[in-house]
């Protein structure tokens, strides 16, 4: 498809629901999916609905295709904090909905998405696979009696592209991002941490979610691999894979800490192997990713990045350049939007993207 004649803008309608968090496109079969957290919402390329997946009582965030098996992939969880809560209370359920905090990277069969109304459980449309690992810290103590190790507030971003430092066109692995909580009282949780997964071999733990008794039925992490930002508020809300730079994209709510310059977007040069170091405000080593030589550098502690407002919500790597990234917004009734955006990635400072009109 020639993306010069995508269209430049996309809705992705209005709906009863959070935020939308992320969307994943499929250009070959010409449709769009959006994560509007509690339902997944389809259209065609000019933005006429073909579909939706609700019935969700957890947090659905980030979403991406996955080209080696034609389906769209997520992350979800099930929390008992204030986020958790707050989508229950959305909902109209009480905040004991969920027994206890679970985390999963799911895969919706997108194909048979073609009605409204379909249910993520009876229709057999989601299966799910646990992250042990994300539980683990999650439930963990951090440095100092912090809770929650690293910040682990769960998950979000979620893309897939080779493993670090491979060549591009090397076979792809599922990156799942963590969540971080924002607290500026702490100093482990500067780091923003990312799991990569063989998404062939997650076929064995696939299993249907029943929500009401969530499954752990999933892998150790191949790796755990660290990437420096400094704070960030929740994390990476989005994460994106870029096969025309050979770079991940990483965007976050700002963070709070003034000594960190808080950019909206980070970048990953995947072509350059993660080293082993100590990492900072912890006692420990891990694997380091090493930052794209792109962005406004801050001097102070040399991290680079972007202030581009947009891509929380949604970020979405087409080829050659171009993006779609969704604009959140909300109508006068109080129903959440999403337009979506073609961009071009310059790099041009400050932003680094341009529109395309």
């Known amino acids: 498809m020639d993306i010069t004649k995508l269209p430049r803008r996309l809705s992705g309608g209005a709906w009863p629901t959070s935020h939308v968090q992320g969307i994943a496109v499929n250009l070959q079969k010409g449709y769009i999916c959006y994560s509007f957290t509690t339902m997944l919402v389809k259209t065609d390329l000019s933005g006429n609905l073909i579909g939706t997946v609700d019935g969700l009582v957890g947090h659905l965030g980030c979403i991406a295709y996955n080209a080696g098996d034609g389906r769209v992939w997520g992350s979800?969880?099930?929390?008992?904090?204030?986020?958790?809560?707050?989508?229950?209370?959305?909902?109209?359920?009480?905040?004991?909905t969920v027994?206890?905090?679970?985390?999963?990277?799911?895969?919706?069969d997108a194909d048979r998405i073609d009605r409204v109304g379909l249910d993520a459980e009876r229709d057999g449309i989601m299966t799910a696979v646990y992250l042990p690992d994300v539980a683990a810290d999650f439930a963990a103590e951090g440095e100092n009696g912090h809770p929650h190790r690293y910040g682990c507030s769960g998950i979000d971003g979620l893309s897939f592209g080779p493993a670090f430092g491979a060549a591009s066109d090397s076979p792809a692995q599922m990156m799942v991002a963590y969540g971080i909580y924002g607290d500026t009282a702490r100093r482990d949780n500067d780091h923003q941490v990312l799991l990569q997964y063989d998404w062939r071999a997650l076929r064995a733990y696939e299993r249907p979610l029943s929500q009401a008794a969530p499954h752990h039925s999933g892998p150790a992490a191949d790796a755990r691999y660290f990437f420096y930002t400094g704070n960030t508020t929740f994390g990476v809300q989005?994460?994106?894979y870029d096969p025309t730079s050979n770079n991940w994209l990483l965007?976050?709510?700002r963070g709070k800490k003034p000594q960190f310059p808080n950019y909206s977007l980070y970048i990953i040069d995947g072509?350059?192997?993660?080293?082993?170091a100590r990492l900072a405000g912890l006692p420990e080593e891990g694997l380091l990713l090493q930052?794209?030589?792109l962005g406004v550098l801050h001097g102070e502690s040399g991290i680079r990045g972007y202030q581009f407002r947009w891509g929380t919500t949604?970020?979405?790597?087409l080829g050659d350049g171009y993006f779609y990234v969704s604009h959140e917004g909300k109508t006068a009734q109080g129903l959440q939007t999403s337009v979506v955006q073609l961009y071009r990635f310059t790099g041009a400072l400050p932003d680094?993207?341009?529109?395309v009109e």
């Open 251 to 253: 965007a976050v709510y």
């Open 99 to 108: 027994t206890e905090n679970a985390f999963y990277a799911v895969a919706f």
């Open 76 to 96: 979800l969880e099930f929390k008992n904090d204030v986020i958790g809560k707050g989508i229950l209370r959305g909902l109209g359920r009480a905040v004991d």
């Open 352 to 355: 680094g993207f341009e529109p």
């Open 271 to 276: 072509s350059v192997a993660p080293r082993r």
């Open 314 to 317: 949604g970020l979405e790597a």
């Open 238 to 240: 989005n994460l994106c």
């Open 291 to 293: 930052q794209a030589a």
